[in-house]
């Protein structure tokens, strides 16, 4: 999607709606020219309104990017924005989401929950082109959405490590309570699929693949 279109995109003003910096980092390291506006939506959609995690970010990262693409249109004179991509992650284990912990205590519940366990990290992605017609409806913003699912394996964990890994301040801002790029990276004993996909962005996806309907990854 992105890598064919690498120059020309980079002709316009792209915004990322999300203050995460793994997001930024991994949009930095594709070549991508952004900038960020940190959506202001509050992320906490009734979570049984939705079959699956999967719904849930994709959601989620919907109402992410409308709202920044609402806050252009609240300025005076609005800079022109040609594309908002935004992405929301969560945890899903026995069908329950796991967002980012509350406190410490909430972060040992969420890393105990996932001890010895296979769970699934969904991340849902949107594009919006604010200026284009959507083709099914004629009016603006243009919305292209999908999610990329991958299955994650943790090892046995002490209740020592896990104490431990709360105390090191790494859970907090992650959904689930981990971040495998960091130290919950040793907590990793199975794969199933994109890697970049459980730091936050599904790389593969955006670069190589098209944009619709959603994905779970199957390869080891």
Request: hydrophobic share 40%; charged share 20%.
């Amino acid at each position: 999607m992105l890598l064919q279109h690498k120059t020309a995109l980079n002709a316009k003003r792209i915004v990322l709606a999300s203050g995460s910096p793994q997001r930024k980092d991994l949009l930095t390291n594709m070549g991508v020219k952004f900038e960020v506006i940190a959506s202001r939506f509050d992320e906490k959609l009734p979570k049984d309104r939705f079959p699956s995690g999967a719904e849930y970010a994709l959601e989620t990262a919907r109402h992410k990017a409308l709202d920044v693409a609402a806050m252009g249109k609240q300025m005076q004179n609005p800079p022109l924005v040609d594309l908002i991509i935004s992405a929301d992650t969560v945890v899903e284990a026995d069908g329950e989401i796991l967002e980012k912990p509350d406190d410490e205590e909430h972060a040992v519940r969420l890393i105990s929950s996932l001890s010895g366990r296979d769970h699934q990290v969904h991340t849902g992605v949107s594009l919006v082109l604010p200026g284009e017609p959507d083709p099914a409806t004629g009016q603006p913003p243009f919305i292209r959405s999908f999610f990329v699912t991958t299955d994650v394996t943790f090892a046995q964990l002490s209740s020592e490590t896990i104490q431990a890994y709360v105390a090191s301040g790494e859970p907090f801002g992650k959904a689930g309570a981990y971040g495998i790029q960091g130290l919950a990276g040793s907590f990793v004993v199975g794969l199933r699929g994109c890697f970049y996909n459980v730091v936050g962005f599904p790389v593969h996806r955006c670069v190589c693949v098209g944009v619709e309907g959603g994905h779970r990854e199957n390869r080891s």
